[in-house]
């Protein structure tokens, strides 16, 4: 008897979870998850950034079994691959950051919950008892801040993941031009009045952001925030060099390189060309993340190779979240873990630590 063709059309490729996940997404949502800034060049650079390079692979190497594990900030994870903090999570599905946490959870690997998450941290912190970490925006309102981050360590986050690169929100004009806000009945749940996230002339969190988003946050009140509980900070969003010092010199525990996905500043640099150089300055001074543009197992090859602990991805698991919630993040998760223990068996480096900088080359 032949075999009957599955109904589920199979997902081999990112472009194939966007397209599905598309199909599933009011124009609004979908225009949301997707959008980089002005004329979405940084968001283009950073994917592209990951085809410029080639992979010089050993052969003859024992690669039977391979090994993904590492750690964060001395968390043992399964796979150095994470969930990066992404705001409005019910958007996708209703599941929303419960069912990515879960999934998350499943594989092995670490969720961030956005301060701009659509369910409580305390309801994302509840989900499951693995490790998490809460991504802060600091607010003009010091004091909503400090109890933002009291609540965090409350209810049992491993650490904070402050985003240092949104001042201001960066330009989405597909949001502006929807009028994105959030539907009634979906809140920005950590915030204690939401009235600002309600719908307005272009962007609701346009508003938002720039109604209570502390742009005078700078580097002297790192020690304030630092002060306000033990937990580890990791700062997001950085691309230079002396900004990477710096967050060494003020004892950051670790620093995500990331231009939010291209949705701040246009202009910035790929990610994955600014992580070679902070990776060289910091040593094992702080551990170094990067995010932007990853989409299969070899990316996270060379983002590792490049001189990142591990990375986060974003777009693709909100793709995942749309179909089926939990059950498709964590196929996307074991999918992109596969694909970099594929890349890791053909390139002769059976454990991360066997991967090395000098294993890559730009393409000519
Ligand atoms: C829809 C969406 C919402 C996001 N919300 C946040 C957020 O609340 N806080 C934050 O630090 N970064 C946020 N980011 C940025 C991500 O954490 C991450 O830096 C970026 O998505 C990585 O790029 P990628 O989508 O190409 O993988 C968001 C990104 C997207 C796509």
């Known amino acids: 008897m032949p075999k009957k063709p599955s109904t589920k059309a199979k997902l081999l490729s990112p472009r194939d979870w966007e397209r599905a996940a598309r199909a599933k997404l009011s124009r609004v949502a979908y225009d949301y998850f997707r959008s980089g800034a002005d004329a979405e060049r940084a968001m283009k650079r950073n994917v592209r950034a990951y085809q410029r390079w080639v992979v010089w692979y050993r052969v003859l190497v024992d690669v039977a079994t391979r090994d993904l594990g590492t750690t964060v900030l001395g968390h043992p994870v399964a796979m150095p691959i994470l969930i990066a903090p992404m705001a409005y999570?019910?958007?996708?599905?209703?599941?929303?950051?419960?069912?990515?946490?879960?999934?998350?959870?499943?594989?092995?690997?670490?969720?961030?919950?956005?301060?701009?998450?659509?369910?409580?941290?305390?309801?994302?912190?509840?989900?499951?008892?693995?490790?998490?970490?809460?991504?802060?925006?600091?607010?003009?309102d010091r004091e909503f801040t400090r109890e933002l981050i009291l609540r965090a360590k409350q209810a049992g986050y491993s650490g904070l993941v402050?985003?240092?690169?949104?001042?201001?929100?960066?330009?989405?004009?597909?949001?502006?031009?929807?009028?994105?806000?959030?539907?009634?009945?979906?809140?920005?749940?950590?915030?204690?009045?939401?009235?600002?996230?309600?719908?307005?002339?272009?962007?609701?969190?346009?508003?938002?952001?720039?109604?209570?988003?502390?742009?005078?946050?700078?580097?002297?009140?790192?020690?304030?925030?630092?002060?306000?509980?033990?937990?580890?900070?990791?700062?997001?969003?950085?691309?230079?060099?002396?900004?990477?010092?710096?967050?060494?010199?003020?004892?950051?525990?670790?620093?995500?390189?990331?231009?939010?996905?291209?949705?701040?500043?246009?202009?910035a640099p790929a990610t994955l060309d600014a992580l070679p150089g902070i990776a060289r300055a910091v040593g094992d001074d702080c551990e170094v993340y990067v995010d932007g543009g990853i989409r299969s197992g070899s990316d996270v090859f060379k983002a590792l190779a490049l001189g990142a602990r591990a990375v986060l991805v974003g777009r693709p698991v909100l793709w995942a979240l749309a179909l089926e919630g939990e059950a498709s993040v964590a196929e996307l998760l074991r999918g992109m873990a596969e694909d970099l223990s594929r890349t890791m068996a053909l390139v002769g480096t059976p454990t991360l630590a066997d991967i090395r900088r000098d294993m890559l080359t730009p393409e000519s």
Do not use: C
């Open 162 to 267: 402050v985003t240092v690169d949104a001042p201001v929100l960066g330009r989405r004009l597909r949001d502006e031009r929807n009028g994105f806000a959030l539907p009634p009945g979906m809140t920005a749940a950590n915030l204690a009045s939401d009235s600002a996230l309600a719908a307005t002339e272009g962007s609701a969190l346009a508003s938002y952001v720039d109604d209570r988003h502390d742009a005078s946050f700078s580097w002297k009140d790192l020690e304030w925030l630092r002060s306000l509980s033990e937990l580890p900070v990791v700062l997001k969003g950085i691309v230079r060099v002396d900004d990477a010092r710096r967050a060494v010199g003020h004892g950051i525990d670790g620093i995500i390189v990331s231009n939010h996905g291209g949705r701040q500043l246009d202009a």
């Open 89 to 140: 999570q019910k958007l996708a599905h209703p599941e929303g950051e419960l069912g990515a946490a879960r999934a998350a959870a499943a594989v092995g690997t670490i969720y961030i919950a956005s301060t701009l998450a659509t369910t409580t941290l305390e309801d994302i912190a509840a989900a499951t008892p693995a490790v998490k970490l809460f991504q802060l925006y600091v607010h003009k």
